[in-house]
């Protein structure tokens, strides 16, 4: 289902393949942020933008650290609507798919997570267990997906 609006409780589902490159997880980003939209969540709100982060940190993490080469990665985002007649959006659920399900993400203790604040690197999994109501890592037949959800207020 590629950016349809399926019956039932989704308001919205997108998925797609992407390079596994800098510019496969920008992408990835920026369609994100454009499916929000068409599905109600404006581009400038405070949801579009947490959503967009951690889309951006997941598919970074999964072009930086589950590319094999030749192999995509797989982003799946759905929308679930809350309860009642005017069922607005309440969870934003983010998965992304890679082909190294040897190399799980972890999350760093405070004090790692400190030392990595003055790199450039390392930080990524710190932003989505902050900002996630819940995340996780999910195996595959061949690789890994790492998934995280939003609560869209």
Not at 28 to 57: K, Q, T
Not at 116 to 129: N, P, S, T
Not at 146 to 152: D, G, K, L, R
Request: a positive charge; aromatic letters at 6%; proline letters at 5%.
């Amino acid at each position: 289902m590629n950016g349809e609006n399926p019956p039932g409780n989704t308001l919205g589902t997108f998925e797609m393949f992407f390079t596994s490159s800098r510019h496969g997880a920008r992408l990835a980003r920026r369609l994100v942020v454009r499916r929000l939209e068409e599905w109600g969540i404006p581009r400038d709100s405070d949801a579009s933008y947490g959503i967009a982060l951690l889309a951006g940190e997941l598919t970074a993490n999964a072009v930086n650290h589950g590319h094999v080469p030749g192999r995509n990665f797989h982003l799946r985002l759905t929308v679930q609507p809350g309860p009642g007649a005017h069922r607005s959006p309440v969870t934003a659920r983010i998965e992304v798919s890679d082909a190294r399900g040897e190399r799980r993400p972890e999350l760093r203790d405070h004090a790692t997570a400190a030392v990595a604040h003055q790199q450039e690197h390392g930080r990524g999994l710190v932003l989505v267990d902050a900002l996630a109501s819940k995340w996780g890592v999910t195996d595959r037949t061949i690789g890994k997906t790492v998934w995280c959800e939003y609560a869209v207020e």
